[in-house]
């Protein structure tokens, strides 16, 4: 049988979600038929949050509701340190894992010739000005991307861009050990914190 139009709809824009197939997008909508209406309004609320508190950090790229996230405007980090990630998801397990006090950028993904992504779809020129600012005195870029042959490649152009800009500044890549070939979100948290500690100094 077909749900009503109504009930077709949520269903629908659930699907769009990653991960969710139409059975689950079809349990999730029949769950919040019948859930709490105060639940109902604090889910719609947090999703509407979205579109007007939401943002991203105008430094690193992080999540905010302000301007600069609270650790680009934190007194207690590591300022001459950026650690560079693909993803938010990647900034959270990095700083979940506590060894970590300095800043970060967030590249919004990897190079993918297959996916068509080049350096001009990443947030590349923008860590470039960051780095290049004597203000912001950068003394060392770690290189956190994906332990693959994407998160590499990118690792090594940000590398060579940095090169190429004689910028004097220390550039590491997080040590081997990692599990090849997955994304860092897969990655345990002592095997992140070894690879952190022992991270190597890159040579371009
Ligand atoms: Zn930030």
Redesign the pocket.
């Known amino acids: 049988m077909t749900h009503p139009p109504v009930l077709e709809k949520i269903i629908n824009n659930f699907r769009k979600l990653p991960g969710i197939g139409p059975k689950s997008a079809e349990k999730i909508a029949l769950f919040l038929i019948d859930s709490n209406p105060k639940f109902i309004k604090e889910f719609y609320e947090s999703i509407k949050d979205i579109i007007g508190n939401i943002k991203k950090?105008k430094?690193?790229f992080?999540i905010?509701t302000t301007d600069?996230?609270n650790?680009?405007s934190s007194n207690l980090r590591n300022k001459n340190t950026i650690c560079v990630v693909e993803t938010y998801k990647d900034l959270i397990m990095i700083e979940n894992i506590g060894e970590y006090d300095g800043l970060y950028h967030i590249l919004e993904g990897r190079l993918s010739p297959i996916k068509n992504i080049n350096p001009e779809n990443l947030r590349i020129k923008e860590l470039m000005e960051r780095i290049k600012n004597p203000e912001n005195n950068i003394k060392e870029v770690i290189i956190a991307t994906s332990p693959n042959m994407e998160g590499d490649a990118t690792g090594f152009y940000i590398a060579q861009e940095i090169k190429k800009n004689n910028i004097n500044v220390k550039i590491t890549r997080l040590a081997k050990g990692l599990p090849s070939g997955a994304d860092l979100e897969f990655a345990d948290r002592l095997t992140l914190i070894n690879s952190l500690k022992n991270r190597e100094e890159m040579k371009i």
Do not use: E, Q
Request: one cysteine or more; charged letters at 0%; a neutral charge.
């Open positions: 950090c430094i690193c992080s905010t600069t996230c650790i680009c």
